[in-house]
């Protein structure tokens, strides 16, 4: 029943998650100047909203969990869900809802299979001639997306076989090609950010067992050990607003851009900045577990931790918001839903990639120390190497920041892909 109630759990958070951004976003006419303004805002509000929900969670909840009942922490969960669930059906009289589509998977598999089909079939010299419906025959969810030339490869998908009538899974048309190939021009920045949620988890599970070896005493309160995560929730909760309300207008007067900065530089800055914060994490344990060798009846308090959280709160701030949004105006309109998991799937697979750095790294460090023993290789991280593994982060993280800017730089957005291929069909028109 435990594991059962885990993967019902992750099946709607998943559901959740994936969609609400989308849902939420699609309020606003991204046509209109003050639409667009307002959008550009929205995923910082949506990032609040949930930085206050995971306040509560670790402050409130744990406090319950650990001084009442460890199943009224559970309850509240349960009030909070429906209560979630009420308020969002009460809305959906006024939301405006985008017409539906077809499935973006089958889609997308449809696209791989007719290319796969095609392989042996040499491509038109003139893009015009691969299948293209007419807008009067377009499904209403259907946005014409002219040609481009990346990933030529996967226009094979749109030629019709001679003989062949133009039906699904048999060819594709040129939109539904160019949706591919807008997805997988995505990949290389999912792939980017995946390093950087790898040492969120990090943060997360070893400086839980750093916050023990810690005196967590503010004052007369003590700070529980689960509540660590806490610190930083409440940099984003202040820094959010600020970023809102001083940081982009002041940096909208000199790039004209309603983010004040692109969404890939907002990824980019919460990169760098997850470098600092897994540095300064390793120069913290070094001074943790020499004031424990030193006096282990005196350890140093709770909030140095803090540091390190900080700087990788802002980091997150910046990065999964810049993410959000990049994924939603660059993803095809029938697929917005699906871009926008695009962030959660690297967190996925960030956390997976954390088990398996553990590990890796105990495995090789076990083969190459004199002591013969890994860097984590105990539960007693005073005898452990954990500065070390944080600065092994901080190096694999500042490498894919190299690679995450060629990325960027490789990245052709949307606009810029719609100007040249109307240029492009402009000039052979004449």
Known sequence: MFYASLCLMALGAGGLKGSLPALGADQFDAKDPKGAQSLASYFSWYQLSVTFGSIIGVTGVVYVSMNVEWYWGFFIGLVAAFVGFVVLALGKPYYCIQPLASSPIIKIFQVIAVTFKNRNLTLPEDHMNLY?????????????????????ILDKAAIIPEGVK?????????????????????????????????C?????????????????????????????????????SILLPIYEFIIVPFARRFTGH?????????????????????????????????????????????????????VFGIADMFAMVGLMEFFYKE?????????????LISLSFGYFLSTAFVSIINAVTKKITPSKQGWLHGQDINHNNLNLFYWFLAIISALNFVSYIYCAKWYKCKEETKVAASETEEKVTN
């Open 200 to 236: 969120l988890a990090q943060l997360q599970t070893f400086s839980v067992i750093q916050g023990i070896y810690t005196d967590p005493h503010l004052g007369s309160l003590k700070i529980p050990t689960a509540s660590i995560p806490v610190i930083p929730l409440l940099f984003m």
């Open 331 to 343: 993803a095809p309109s029938g697929m917005r839903s699906l871009s926008t998991s695009f962030a």
């Open 258 to 310: 309603p983010n004040g900065i692109t969404q890939l530089q907002r990824v980019g800055v919460g990169l760098v900045l997850s470098v600092i914060s897994m540095a300064i994490a390793g120069l913290i344990e070094v001074k943790r577990r020499n004031q424990f060798y030193d006096n282990p009846l005196k350890p140093i308090s709770l909030f140095w931790l803090a540091f390190q959280y900080g």
């Open 132 to 152: 293209e419906i007419e807008d009067k025959e377009r499904d209403i969810s259907d946005v014409k997306i002219l040609h481009t030339d990346q990933f030529s």
């Open 166 to 198: 133009p039906e699904a899974w048999k060819v594709c048309t040129v939109t539904q090609v160019e949706e591919v190939k807008i997805l997988t021009r995505m990949l290389p920045i999912i792939g980017s950010t995946i390093i950087m949620n790898t």
